[in-house]
Every structure is written in C-alpha cells, then in structure tokens.
C-alpha cells in the first residue's frame, strides 16, 4: 500500500521561503505524477505544482515565479520550495500522486497534509 | 484559466436522502472532470473521475454525469458517512488544474 507523509516546519516567517517534503513509501516514485495541493484553513483546494520523474513539471501561473517542485528518485522523495511567503500562503499542503498507467490529474494518492504558517 | 462553481454552496440533508451537486465550467471541458469527497481534518478522496466513473471500492450509491460544462454528482440513499464537502476538479485546459469551491453536505 502506498503511503505519503509530507514534513517540513510548520512555521515559516513571512518573505522567506517554505520548504515541504513528501516522503514516498510502497512504491516507486517513477510509477506517479506528482503534484502539491493547497488549501487555506476553511477555504477550499489550490493546485500549486506538478512533477513526473523524466522531468516534466509545471505550476500554477499564479504562484510560478516563487514555485520549485523537485523529485529524489533515489530517497522517493517529492519536494517543494516556495519563496517569498506571505500570510496568503497559510495552508494545510497537501502532496498527491496520479499513477502513471492512468495518467496525470486523478488524485487518488493523498498524504494526511501539514499546516504551514506564515508569520513573523 | 477555467472557472468553477458549484451550487448549492451548502445543503442539509436526510440519512435516506438523494443528494444531488451541480457543477459548471466556465468553457467547455469535454468530460475532463473529476469529483472529491473531504471530510474535516483529512486530505480529500478521489470519487468519481472523467465525469461519470465511479473510482474502484467507491460505494454504487454515488454517481456523476455531464458533458461540455454542466456537470452533476449525486448521492443516492446518503449514509451517515457521506456528510462532507465536495469538490469538483477541472483537468481540461491546464495550467492550472482548477477546483470548484465546494458543498457542504451536513446533517438536517
């Protein structure tokens, strides 16, 4: 059974940078796509960014210029970077996997979250 | 990008119940379309995908279908269980992937 566990502080101070990892285990990383998902305590879900292991990967044009996602094929590691955090980025992220065979954008792999706090 | 809404924004309903959801596109999607059930505290669950297939080990009780921009999910005999929020997901023209704002469904 495939599990994620995304890690990371859970308090980041504004204008610096979050940090998330997703942590892949019971199957190979290679075998999805992977993606960030955001959501705002009582507010609803926001794509953030995707990865494939060949390389493939975008994000959301709203957040691109601050957004770097990156995958450990090796450790089964997913990862993203934001930069310049402000209070908007408060938010339960969220790390979800679409397997390969079905194709990209059918979540049906979903770690438990972590809230990221932006404050000073 | 693509805009979603979904109505009503919150219901309340009957364990017994026939629960029905519409989503609308705000251009055409085709069947690029996908339902998820969350419920408070946990990371969301894939439903229904491509509009109208039911994810394997999803109850038969619930259902979606709509092609174009008009989409609807429904809930047929709603359980104890089945009181969450629900969110429609566009994966049509990307970036980004777009999801409704969801439905609440809670107890009457």
């Known amino acids: 059974q495939v599990q994620l566990q995304e890690s990371g502080p859970e308090l980041v101070k504004p204008s610096e940078t979050l940090s998330l990892t997703c942590t892949v285990s019971g199957d190979s990383i290679s075998n999805y796509y992977w993606s960030w998902i955001r959501q705002p305590p009582g507010k609803g879900l926001e794509w953030v960014a995707f990865?494939?292991?060949?390389?493939?990967?975008d994000a959301n044009p709203s957040l691109k210029s601050r957004v770097t996602v990156s995958l450990d094929t090796f450790r089964n590691l997913f990862s993203l970077k934001l930069t310049s955090v402000t209070a908007a980025d408060t938010a339960v992220y969220f790390c979800?996997?679409?397997?390969?065979?079905?194709?990209?954008?059918?979540?049906?792999?979903w770690g438990r979250g972590t809230l990221v706090t932006v404050s000073s | 990008d693509i805009q979603m809404t979904q109505s009503p924004s919150s219901l309340s309903a009957s364990v017994g119940d026939t629960v029905t959801i519409t989503c609308r596109a705000s251009q055409d999607i085709n069947n690029f379309l996908n339902w998820y059930q969350q419920k408070p505290g946990k990371a969301p669950k894939l439903l229904i995908y491509a509009a109208s297939n039911l994810e394997s080990g999803v109850p038969s009780r619930f259902s979606g279908s709509g092609f174009g921009t008009d989409f609807t999910f429904t809930i047929s005999s709603l359980q104890p269980e089945d009181f969450a929020t629900y969110y429609c997901?566009?994966?049509?023209?990307?970036?980004?992937?777009?999801f409704g704002p969801g439905t609440k469904v809670d107890f009457k």
């Open positions: 997901q566009q994966y049509d023209d990307l970036p980004p992937i777009t």
């Open positions: 979800a996997g679409s397997i390969e065979r079905r194709g990209n954008w059918f979540f049906d792999l």
């Open positions: 990865m494939y292991y060949s390389g493939s990967t």
